[in-house]
């Protein structure tokens, strides 16, 4: 079946079933499994909303728990591959050096080239687990600092900030964490968990799914643009100057970052729980200067933009939370990738139980009836 009607970047198109995630995008409503994502973040945890998405239900204790022990026996990686990180270039953009662990990792998973349900359950957990030790040893080895042995009596959250400071996190901070990952879990078709399954609908192996994955998320179209909005921040300054830095890109028909959203056309509810816990850290530790900034951004953008449906998305606030928890803003998709590889890998064990090799078309406008000219006869 074709149809001559161009999707312009696949808008509206829906090629899959899928019982995971729901976006109400008029409503700025966002579920997984039904339950809301106020309360995932309120209630839950990353590790159980990665085994609910993974497992299609809400885990029992004793399947929390196995999930749990397995994701902390998983938590080191190859003495090889920690060296290798340690030979990269200083300066990289650490998602690139992500997407080459991830590929690298690959090569140690004995599984790595298998591709049953099971396979590729068990390559997701160990995924899940160890990009965590990834992330955190590529951002030492930039700074020139050893990694850090992964502990098993913290949480994903708190296991993660552990290795990245060599420090214990509070409780606070930890949960704050934990917070913002499950807030960037999984987000239905969005374009890098479309990657994936196109990956792996070919029947593509798991790693080859996640490093595709990686490249689509670093874009600042979609990650990448939590990165941007504090480069946006450094480059305002001071909150007086918000205003009209951003009327006046605005009236230059530039786009501003952590702002719009192929299906939000209302407020991403994901961007209002970061709001509210950056205006709680505000409240208690004195405003940010980031925060201040971002307070006038959203409000010039809401009197602008909201009547053509543009609003703060995830992206918006999510960076002002990493930098009270003090990580530099270059690691900032790189946390959205620790977190979106549950999606990434639920999304995709979800399509292959039915998989169809995914293969859209083009119109083709191209030059009909040419022949070949050799090239000497070319002008
Ligand atoms: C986790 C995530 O991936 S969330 C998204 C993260 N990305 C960003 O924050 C980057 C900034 N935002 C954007 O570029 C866009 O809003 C997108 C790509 C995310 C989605 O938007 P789309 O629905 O594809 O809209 P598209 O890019 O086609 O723009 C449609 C119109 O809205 C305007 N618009 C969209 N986003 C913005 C923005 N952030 N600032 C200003 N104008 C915008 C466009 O200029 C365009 O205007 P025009 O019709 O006058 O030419
Ligand atoms: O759904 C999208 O297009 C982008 C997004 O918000 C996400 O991936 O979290």
Same mark, same amino acid.
């Given at each position: 079946?074709? #149809? @001559? +009607?161009? !999707?312009?970047?696949?808008?509206? /198109? ?6 995971? %995630?729901? =976006? ?90 298998? #591709? @049953? +349900?099971? !396979?590729?359950?068990?390559?997701? /957990? ?6 965590? %030790?990834? =992330? ?244």
């Amino acid at each position: 079946m074709t #149809t @001559t +009607a161009i !999707a312009k970047g696949l808008e509206g /198109v829906l090629f899959t079933e899928t019982k995971l %995630t729901f =976006i109400n995008g008029t409503e700025g409503i966002l579920t997984h499994l039904g339950i809301p994502i106020q309360e995932w973040a309120e209630n839950s945890t990353f590790e159980e909303l990665s085994l609910a998405l993974l497992s299609g239900h809400l885990p029992t204790t004793a399947e929390l728990e196995a999930f749990d022990a397995k994701l902390k026996a998983n938590r080191a990686v190859p003495q090889e591959l920690l060296e290798s990180i340690k030979s990269y270039p200083r300066g990289i953009n650490p998602m690139q050096a992500l997407r080459t662990a991830v590929s690298h990792l690959g090569l140690f998973d004995q599984q790595s080239e298998e #591709t @049953t +349900a099971e !396979a590729r359950m068990e390559i997701s /957990v160990r995924l899940i687990a160890q990009m965590s %030790t990834l =992330i955190a040893a590529i951002n030492r080895a930039q700074q020139g600092l050893e990694p850090v042995t992964p502990r098993t009596d913290l949480t994903h959250a708190g296991n993660f900030l552990y290795m990245l400071k060599n420090e214990e996190p509070t409780p606070e901070q930890s949960k704050l964490f934990d917070i913002a990952l499950v807030l960037h879990v999984d987000h239905g078709m969005n374009a890098s968990t479309f990657t994936a399954i196109a990956t792996a609908s070919t029947l593509s192996d798991q790693y080859s799914t996640a490093v595709s994955a990686i490249g689509a998320l670093k874009g600042p179209l979609h990650g990448g643009a939590n990165e941007a909005v504090m480069d946006m921040l450094d480059e305002i300054g001071t909150p007086d100057k918000a205003a009209d830095f951003i009327t006046a890109k605005l009236d230059a028909k530039e786009k501003i970052m952590g702002v719009g959203h192929r299906v939000y056309k209302y407020f991403d509810p994901r961007s209002r729980v970061l709001r509210d816990y950056a205006a709680h850290v505000a409240e208690k530790e004195g405003k940010s200067h980031y925060y201040q900034i971002l307070e006038v951004i959203e409000k010039t953008v809401i009197d602008r933009l909201a009547s053509r449906g543009i609003y703060p998305n995830v992206d918006f606030y999510s960076g002002t939370v990493y930098s009270d928890l003090g990580i530099a803003k270059e690691y900032f998709t790189p946390i959205f990738a620790l977190a979106r590889i549950s999606g990434w890998c639920a999304s995709v064990n979800e399509y292959e139980r039915d998989n169809r090799l995914l293969r859209p078309d083009a119109v083709y406008s191209g030059a009909v009836d040419a022949h070949y000219v050799k090239i000497e006869d070319r002008k």
